[in-house]
């Protein structure tokens, strides 16, 4: 049942992404499997043949959990049983001491959260992890807590549904202050670590996943503590432009 879901949502997905290129020639995927960080077409390109090409791209990069930019939201879901492989511990700072699920990464998010907690020091601003990885098991387990609590509706306002969390990717984390105020809240939005981090988190290939004033697109209030790590290629041309993932895509069918 949640199989023929996801291949429906990737069908359309397949749908939306073609929309407009229905005379072009047939294009043969590559089947590439390794993380290219390709930017998708740029809506002002006027090469059509290249367009087809970079959108192929980008479909893939959007399913593929291997691909450092895949997409995870509310319509699109990792694949079931899906478990990062190369999961690290960041020689970062928590605000907890316990090497524990959530303080892993996958390795290239985590060397680039090194350095950019490295570089933040440099301006004298010191961030601190949250909550990182987050297993199937365990989101299940946070969700269902949840639908207990408050019913499957509302908790579905709040917490992903398992399988749509980006912390199951191994590549978001949720980042605050030293101190761990304002952990995951609200009041982090217009700290001097949230704002170094909107500034620079780019530089070091994250994004600030789910921006203010983007709710529509990406399902998610401001959340200026969650990043998510998607090669600094990416995450520059998402910065410059103040766009989110899925516009960057231009693949999920967004409710504007
Ligand atoms: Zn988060």
Partial sequence: MRKIFIYTLLLAAALVLFAGCSNEKTTSPENKSDSSNTPAASSNSSDDSNDVAKKDEAAQAITDPHNVAVMVNKQFSLP??????????????????????????RKEAAEALEKMFAGAEKDGVYLAGVS?????KTQTAVFNRYVK???????????AIPGHSEHETGLAIDVSGSDGRCAAEDCFAGTKEAEWLAKHAPEYGFI??????????????YEPWHIRYVGTDIAKNIAERNITLEEYFNAVPVSK
């Fill in 149 to 159: 609590k408050d019913g499957e509706e509302k908790a579905k306002t709040y917490s």
């Fill in 208 to 221: 600030i996943r789910y921006p203010e004033g983007k709710e529509s697109i990406t399902g998610y209030k």
């Fill in 132 to 136: 990182a990885y987050r297993s199937h």
């Fill in 80 to 105: 079931e049983n899906y478990e990062p492989t190369d999961l690290v511990y960041p020689n970062v700072r928590f605000t907890f001491k316990e090497k524990i699920e959530k303080r892993k990464m």
